[in-house]
Each structure stands twice: as C-alpha cells, then as structure tokens.
C-alpha cells in the first residue's frame, strides 16, 4: 500500500463546530487530493493540491477549505459543520510522472449531528 | 456534474459467469481508469487505458475503450466471489498544461454468488 494515512478514522462532531482532517504521505508525491463520498453521489473531488502551497478547488468546495504547508500534510477543514457534511472523506495522492493512477487512504467517516 | 456514468448500477451473476460494466462520459479524456472497492475500504487502482489506446488487459481483466461513443467498458472474466465489490470508472479531462484530476463516477455494485 502506498503510504498514505487518514486521520482521524472515525469522528462524530456537533453542527457548527469547526473539524479539520489530516492526511499524511510518505511518498513525497505532489498531487494530492480529498473527496467525499456519498450514496448515489459516488466520490465527488472537494479540493486538491499541485503542491506546497498550491491548491484549487473542485467540484463541491464550499464549505471546506484545505492547507498544504509541506509535501507530506495535506488538511481539510470544515470551518463551521454541518449536517450535510456527514459522508466518508477520502484523502488520494497521485503516481509520479506517467504513473497517473491515485492511492486512496483508509478514509474518514465523519457525522455532524 | 460527474463525468463518468456506470452502467448498469448494480448487477449479480454466479461465480464463473463474466461480468461486464460500462461507463460513458461527456468530455474529450486523457485516460480512463477503473477503480475497485470492497465495503469500507478505500477504492483500489485496477487499470487505465489511454485515449489513444482501445484495448487493455490486466489478469482476468479487460478494458476497452470508444472515444467516438465516449465509453469504455471493463470486463471480468471467470468470475470469483472474492470479487464482489463496488467498481468505479474515472476520467482525467486534463487539458494540456492544466493539473490533473480525476472525476468518478456513482459506481456499480457487482455481487457475484458462489
């Protein structure tokens, strides 16, 4: 498995709190990206990073904001919570050069009640 | 809006029968790739054809590619029950110079009965 970590793995939050994510590579790839994942939405890309503090949204980034301050940490944050945040949030870097395929981390399930 | 969509949505054959999945999208791609994932666990690379590329093959499975039609379709031969699983088809629409990123689609859930 490419190393990849999620943290944490599971987390049951209150609406309005603020809640980060962290991911953390030991490839030292540069892509990196978050998804969710929802039934019947399948994974849809929330934000991804080109590298240290380069960053661009995807296509469901409102209400979520992301950090990259070094190659290996790349940290989602819902500032203020809410409940249709509740999915499984999953963190995925990309193969080097002409390796264009993703590994995916263990994923977050994360609850906002 | 997702790029990709998988079809059918959901299918169940025996152990031993083939099991085909299809994916259309809707823009030009750079590749396709299909991605496999077992229940609670993060989604797993299985192939990526190139849009220059019709056919691929890896193990028991096999991949083509129409890009006049904008679909591709995975195939699994001699199916195993240990292959039941959720199966993803995603599309890099990347325009030259622009960062890469992969558009998934909903999935198909594939039961296959020993």
């Known amino acids: 498995d490419a190393g990849i970590t999620q943290s944490p793995r599971h987390k049951v939050t209150e609406t309005g709190t603020p809640v980060t994510l962290r991911c953390h590579q030991t490839?030292?790839?540069?892509?990196m990206y978050w998804y969710r994942q929802d039934p019947g939405h399948g994974l849809r890309l929330i934000h991804y990073?080109?590298?240290?503090?380069?960053?661009d949204k995807g296509e469901v980034s409102d209400g979520y904001s992301v950090s990259r301050s070094k190659t290996e940490d790349f940290l989602l944050t819902l500032e203020s919570a809410t409940s249709s945040q509740t999915s499984v949030y999953f963190c995925?870097?990309?193969?080097?050069?002409?390796?264009?395929?993703?590994?995916f981390g263990s994923g977050t399930q994360l609850s906002v009640l | 809006s997702q790029q990709g969509e998988e079809d059918p949505q959901a299918l169940s054959i025996q152990e031993g029968e083939n099991a085909t999945m299809n994916c259309s999208y809707k823009t030009s791609i750079n590749n396709l790739q299909w991605y496999r994932q077992n229940s609670g666990r993060g989604l797993v690379h299985l192939i990526l054809i190139r849009s220059n590329e019709r056919e691929k093959h890896s193990g028991r499975l096999r991949v083509t590619l129409d890009t006049s039609k904008k679909s591709s379709s995975l195939l699994i031969t001699a199916s195993r029950a240990a292959d039941t699983a959720s199966y993803f088809c995603a599309t890099d629409a990347r325009n030259s110079g622009a960062n890469s990123k992969l558009t998934f689609g909903k999935g198909i859930t594939l039961s296959v009965r020993p």
């Open positions: 990073s080109y590298g240290v503090k380069d960053t």
């Open positions: 490839e030292n790839h540069r892509y």
């Open positions: 995925a870097i990309r193969g080097q050069g002409t390796n264009e395929k993703l590994f």
